[in-house]
């Protein structure tokens, strides 16, 4: 270790280091270094735009109470008491926007900056160093938007350090600002159940920030909005041309946040360090997978080499958070027209906790994305034969399913846009109608080959092929073009209402030249997302569901796969029970049980024959009702896949015993899982919901995979039903019977389970 440390030292003495690093270790920054070779080029804010600032700035309120205040309240039990709002800073020069869990402070004088992000929930500030808002690249040059030069140190921010800082060269300038009201970030019609129908609310703040030179006539309408409710800051761009030509938006950087790094080791890989503690995603995702984590393009943790008092000898932790697409988006703006950004999401964590990030995160798609509280029961038909479908119609109205979606294999195809297909669809959707029963259909997208004319172009062949799934078309081709609008005549002519769209755009690139609604490599990410996202958006304002096993939540898709391999349910019946019990524990830590289905094979799927499918019902009713329960008690609904729901009258009445007993509890059901036990055959496992405003406080679901009865005392933390002295506690419809909860809102419960079976509590 000690060789190591004199290499580091002699590599700085000899001047190996880059020479930002060096001029930071003698006490200045680069860009000060440079800053001060010119002073003339540095941009200034007009006399007229400095008072209207301040003007601006006194009329808002101070904010009560210190930042760095903890908050008194969990949010997750009282979400209430946190109600967003816009500040000016007790010494008049910038601007917070704040609810009671997080907040973010922007220095207005001599430019715009960052200089704070706080999570209040801990009372520490997120931030390290000052950062600016983001870079533009406009016809090759870059430009960058605010930002503040000359901190003497990296490491940590004095207030008393601002007033000496310079603004950057070949920045823009902010010149006004305006609060309103938050906007919905996309329009959707709430046409069924959802645990959560209303929008999210809360506080905007649009700064403008004017160019020179070059951009003289260009605006940066720069939005930060904060919410209610939820500890949730969102943050996106618009670029306004003003001038008389053309401009060409090459690359754009939405974040450049110069994070307090939670550890910076002196040796070892900084692959390894550990991150800020906080939540970012975008709403500009594709990556063909079922998770946020696998599916972000946008977000990475970057080094920053003048920090050079880290405790890292190469200097490589990794403490800014930049956000950025990966490619592009070259996009050409015209004269009077505006060009907007994807919008990054930010949410500070208040612990480690697993199950504690979860419940942060779900909650953050159930108020951001209400859409995907929505989960409604369906039925994957395998068949378009009328008959067969009318059957499916009449036996979903008769044990309460709610929606019907023409399978893959089913024969239905959304591509065939011609009278006689469009007339036979619109016929069975109106009878289904006629039963209040909602009818879909499935349709293939990216993962296939449309022809060499049309697929996306590898740049590093310059040929079709080496894409995500191998080929895809290319979105921006001419096949594409008509894909989207053929699926759109579709729908709205037959009148369906929700849309299995399997492979979904998943951020292939195309470098063709050729196609028409792209220009070359760098803008056909960029412009084949907004063409599926379009799409998207539309079907959320026309009321269609969207299941999509793409994670494509933020642009409208209601629904994404719970993660499992297609081949799982080729396994017999026994082992399918014990998986489905292992895919609702272990995929629901971070995403709301409505967005997800899981899988039933009602007939056989891709193999396994008889011992894997349900068919014929009549003759495995215990499996049959076992995995309807498992999924409906967990309140994730599957694609129960086959011509049928049930084949004798016994079948039905089980169906229908099952689907009224979820449309009981169906709330508490839909809402947060605490994970108990996970599934592992050896002994019981179990899963508890949680509503601190609803009816029933919680749900515990207990199963027994033994082949004998067991009984068990089980510590049930209802910490988070928000019950604090008392629970009343029933078995079933049973008799309620009061508990005392512990200091850390447990109780002890005894617990009977049969063998091979279940049971579950109800918590008021």
Not at 288 to 293: A, I, Q
Not at 451 to 462: R, S
Not at 499 to 525: F, I, K, M, W
């Amino acid at each position: 270790m000690k060789k190591k440390l004199l290499f580091y030292s002699l590599l700085l003495l000899a001047g190996q280091f880059p020479a930002p690093v060096v001029a930071a270790v003698r006490g200045v920054d680069a860009v000060s270094a440079h800053v001060s070779a010119d002073e003339n080029a540095l941009p200034r804010q007009s006399a007229e735009a400095v008072a209207r600032l301040q003007k601006k700035l006194a009329a808002l309120p101070v904010m009560k109470g210190l930042i760095s205040d903890r908050t008194g309240f969990d949010w997750l039990l009282t979400p209430e008491k946190s109600e967003a709002g816009i500040y000016r800073t007790p010494d008049g020069k910038g601007i917070v926007v704040a609810n009671a869990m997080v907040s973010r402070t922007f220095r207005l004088f001599p430019n715009l900056a960052t200089v704070d992000f706080t999570n209040r929930m801990l009372g520490e500030s997120l931030l390290r160093a000052v950062s600016g808002e983001g870079c533009l690249w406009i016809d090759g040059k870059a430009w960058q938007v605010g930002g503040l030069s000359g901190q003497p140190e990296r490491g940590y921010l004095r207030n008393d350090w601002l007033d000496a800082m310079q603004p950057l060269p070949e920045s823009f300038v902010v010149e006004d600002f305006s609060v309103k009201e938050v906007e919905p970030s996309l329009r959707w019609a709430r046409t069924r159940w959802a645990l959560n129908d209303r929008d999210a609310t809360g506080r905007e703040l649009v700064f403008v920030l004017r160019g020179r030179g070059a951009t003289e006539n260009v605006r940066v309408h720069l939005h930060f909005a904060v919410y209610d409710q939820v500890p949730v800051i969102r943050k996106w761009m618009e670029v306004e041309n003003g001038s008389g030509r053309r401009l060409t938006l090459d690359k754009f950087q939405l974040e450049y946040l110069a994070m307090a790094e939670p550890e910076s080791p002196s040796d070892g890989n900084p692959d390894d360090f550990l991150l800020p503690n906080l939540h970012v995603e975008s709403d500009y995702a594709c990556s063909g997978t079922f998770t946020e984590r696998e599916t972000d393009i946008t977000e990475k943790w970057v080094t920053d080499k003048a920090y050079t008092s880290q405790r890292h000898y190469p200097m490589e932790t990794p403490c800014i958070l930049q956000v950025a697409p990966p490619i592009g988006p070259d996009q050409q703006v015209e004269p009077g027209t505006t060009f907007s950004t994807f919008s990054v999401y930010e949410m500070p964590f208040d612990s480690y906790d697993r199950e504690r990030k979860g419940l942060f995160t779900r909650r953050f798609y159930q108020a951001i994305a209400p859409w995907t509280t929505q989960n409604p029961i369906f039925l994957h038909l395998t068949s378009s034969d009328p008959a067969v479908v009318r059957r499916a119609v009449d036996q979903c109205a008769e044990v309460g399913f709610e929606m019907i979606i023409l399978s893959f294999g089913s024969g239905a195809n959304a591509e065939d846009v011609s009278e006689a297909n469009i007339a036979k669809w619109k016929e069975l959707v109106d009878y289904a109608r006629s039963k209040n029963i909602e009818m879909g259909c499935y349709s293939l997208l990216a993962s296939r080959s449309v022809g060499e004319k049309d697929d996306a172009v590898n740049p590093e062949t310059g040929r079709p092929g080496g894409m995500r799934f191998g080929n895809s078309p290319c979105l921006c081709s001419e096949w594409g073009e008509e894909y989207f609008r053929k699926i759109r005549y579709f729908v709205e002519q037959t009148g369906m209402t929700c849309l299995e769209h399997d492979g979904s755009y998943p951020g292939d690139v195309c470098a063709s030249t050729s196609h028409p609604y792209h220009r070359g490599l760098n803008d056909s990410q960029w412009n084949q997302f907004r063409k599926v996202t379009g799409l998207y958006h539309w079907m959320s304002e026309k009321g269609i569901y969207l299941n999509v096993p793409d994670f494509y939540f933020l642009n409208g898709s209601n629904k994404v796969s719970i993660g499992y391999r297609e081949v799982n349910w080729s396994l017999p019946r026994d082992r399918q029970l014990m998986h489905t019990r292992q895919l609702n524990y272990d995929c629901t830590w971070e995403r709301p049980v409505t967005a997800l289905w899981s899988f039933v094979p009602l007939v056989q799927y891709h193999g396994g024959g008889a011992a894997a499918t349900i068919e014929p019902l009549a003759e495995h009713l215990y499996e049959y009702r076992t995995l309807l329960f498992q999924n409906f008690s967990a309140g994730v609904q599957a694609c129960y896949r086959g011509p049928r729901l049930y084949d004798t009258p016994e079948t039905r009445r089980m169906v229908t015993e099952v689907v009224a007993w979820y449309k009981r509890y169906r709330r508490i059901l839909n809402s947060d899982l605490i994970h108990l036990r996970k599934p592992d055959a050896r002994d019981w496992d179990g899963l508890l919901h949680v509503d601190p405003k609803g009816k029933e406080k919680g749900l515990a679901v207990f199963y027994n995979p033994l082949p004998c009865d067991i009984e068990r005392s089980i510590r049930l933390p209802l910490y988070y039903t928000g019950l604090t002295k008392q629970a009343r506690i029933r078995e079933q419809e049973g008799r309620a019977r009061k508990y005392r909860l512990d200091a850390y809102g447990n109780v002890d419960l005894k617990v009977k389970i049969p063998a091979g079976g279940y049971t579950w509590y109800v918590i008021e």
